[in-house]
């Protein structure tokens, strides 16, 4: 992570007993402001939608609403590739004039209503403007069909890997079928539909079988030294699900705030906070979009909020200055209070059961073990590593201890997918990290860390944060940059881990079960040098380029020019 110190689904329908039919919309002004104008006239002439269509009463059964069954819409051919980001793995054209939304047309669930993939459905429908039918209905000209192909027997619960999230699309005599073994597979089906039509007006005649290269895909949010709303992290989490990204990490804690409610500590949380019910729909929301959250709560630095309020629990040196931040580790007391946040905050970001329970420990820049002599300025640190793990114990084993106890404490809480920043690891006789948690690597700037194929070669697995390309960093500080998405797009991989090389180990430790994918991060670090709305200007394009790389690892087949192009229409 980063600090200046340092140098250098829609909601599900109400169910029905009964198949249901839902009236076709034409494309209202929301849809219609989404698309190019050359997409929208033909959106609009194949649709036959005028300036009154959205006035028609709800549940309406006149011809203009339900025209005949017997109509076959005809369009003007869909050419070239699907136009979508990130692009699709695989294409296998055919003869035919491909797929567009047209007047009629209807979102078929043979499933039902109380089906899996219900949600997907209509938000596909609500995206497109198109009616909506669950249950045995005839498949028509124009008609898009969603059907799961797998057992997936729970609703919206986050994939385990990426075979979870393939799906095929097959445009096919003016007709459209989605289908897929999970209903993320579906979702990613749709926002691939969505994508075409606003870029292309249509997919064209032939199959899609499609997949990510990368498990695990995502941003990670700074929300502790500048507060972002609900709303904000909301339409980040749409953009994102658009983008097939599936993961959302919320850092909450730092030395400049505490941003979600507690009702263990109140005194701790800033005025400018969100509230438990707050997160709540934020995590209910991220689960309807496949997205996983993952929360961090910073120890045993970046604890500045929480200890204003324990001033006897401030780590101090040798001299009695208080290090800004740092909670004193051999302190009896630190632990409890830690632990009850971390107990607090693990009830409330909740997970399905079965599903993969994400939490990040921190662990990074830890103020005790950045200076040249960390036994000589911190003495009652030293004495604490002797007396734990014997003469020849260090402050790093203590550390490692530390967050090892805290891992266990979120485990105890039902998270099985622990986290913790790559300076948060030490390597140690006496003590070793938990072989269970993933190593975040970031920092590529500071000296004396281990490289990502240290961690590697141990058998960890390494989720990648490299600094040079995916940090968003605020005003600038310590060398940083502000990423571009060409630059990513045209030099970083996830095996660019640190640096700009890919990691030099065989290829059998870079495969996505070790390397599982990436997140693009944005810090905070200073809070005034952009507004939330150029954050999500800045962030836009390195995103969709964050995108394309983790899901495809082949070279792009679109040039950078061509890739901003197609961004800036989908």
């Known amino acids: 992570m980063s600090n200046p110190m340092r140098p250098l689904r829609a909601p599900r329908p109400s169910a029905s007993p009964h198949p249901v039919t839902r009236p076709t919309r034409c494309t209202g002004p929301a849809a219609r402001s989404a698309l190019p104008a050359t997409a929208l006239a033909a959106a609009l002439l194949l649709a036959g939608c005028s300036g009154t269509a959205d006035t028609e009463p709800p549940g309406s059964t006149s011809a203009k609403v339900n025209p005949s069954p017997a109509a076959t819409p005809s369009w ?47 938000r596909m429908a609500n995206d497109l403007g198109l009616g909506l039918v669950y249950g045995d209905q005839t498949v028509r000209p124009g008609d898009i069909e969603v059907k799961l192909t797998g057992n997936n027997s729970d609703n919206n619960v986050p994939v385990q890997s990426a075979d979870d999230e393939e799906y095929t699309l097959t445009a096919d005599g003016t007709r459209l079928t989605l289908t897929a073994p999970t209903d993320a597979g579906i979702f990613y089906g749709t926002r691939t539909v969505k994508q075409a039509v606003h870029a292309a007006g249509g997919l064209p005649e032939g199959t899609i079988q499609d997949r990510p290269g990368r498990p695990q895909r995502g941003m990670s949010l700074d929300n502790a030294r500048k507060p972002f709303t609900q709303n904000w992290i909301e339409a980040r989490l749409r953009e994102i699900a658009d983008l097939k990204l599936n993961q959302f990490q919320l850092h909450f804690s730092d030395d400049q705030g505490f941003r979600i409610q507690s009702t263990t500590h109140p005194e701790i949380v800033s005025a400018d906070h969100l509230t438990k019910a707050q997160i709540r729909q934020i995590v209910a929301l991220a689960r309807t979009l496949h997205i996983s959250v993952v929360p961090e709560l910073d120890s045993p630095g970046h604890l500045g909020a929480v200890l204003a309020h324990y001033p006897e629990l401030q780590l101090r040196n040798a001299q009695g200055r208080v290090i800004t931040g740092a909670i004193d580790i051999s302190n009896p007391k630190a632990a409890p209070l830690i632990d009850s946040l971390l107990r607090e905050f693990s009830e409330l970001f909740t997970n399905p059961k079965g599903a993969p329970a994400y939490w990040h420990l921190g662990g990074d820049e830890y103020q005790a073990l950045m200076s040249s002599d960390p036994a000589a300025r911190y003495p009652q640190l030293a004495r604490a590593a002797r007396q734990k793990y014997g003469p020849n114990g260090t402050i790093e084993d203590l550390t490692t201890g530390w967050l090892n106890d805290r891992q266990k404490t979120v485990e105890a809480k039902g998270k099985n997918r622990v986290e913790a920043w790559n300076d948060g690891f030490f390597s140690s006789p006496q003590a070793s990290a938990d072989k269970n ?8 700037k500071e000296a004396g860390h281990p490289v990502p194929e240290t961690f590697l070669r141990e058998g960890r697995n390494v989720m990648n944060f490299n600094d040079e390309y995916l940090y968003y960093v605020l005003g600038e500080p310590n060398q940083f940059v502000y990423p571009t998405g060409q630059r990513i797009y045209e030099s970083w991989t996830p095996l660019v881990i640190r640096g700009t ?70």
Request: charged content about 20%; glycine content about 8%.
């Open 76 to 122: 003007a051919p869909v050419t070239g590739t699907p136009q979508v980001i990130p692009a699709v793995r695989d294409f296998r054209r055919a003869d035919g004039r491909g797929w567009r939304p047209s007047k009629g047309a209807r979102v078929v669930v043979p499933a039902g209503e109380k089906s899996n993939v219900a949600d997907e459905a209509q």
């Open 437 to 444: 948690r993933m190593v975040d690597y970031w920092t590529g």
């Open 501 to 570: 090389r890919p990691v030099p180990v065989p290829a059998s430790m870079t495969g996505p079960d070790r390397i599982p994918g990436a997140r693009f991060a944005i810090w905070c670090d200073r809070a005034q040098a952009q507004t939330a709305a150029q954050v999500a200007a800045g962030i836009r394009l390195p995103l969709a380029a964050l995108a394309q790389k983790t899901w495809d690892p082949r070279t792009p087949a679109l040039s950078w020019t061509e890739f901003k192009a197609l961004a800036n229409r989908v």
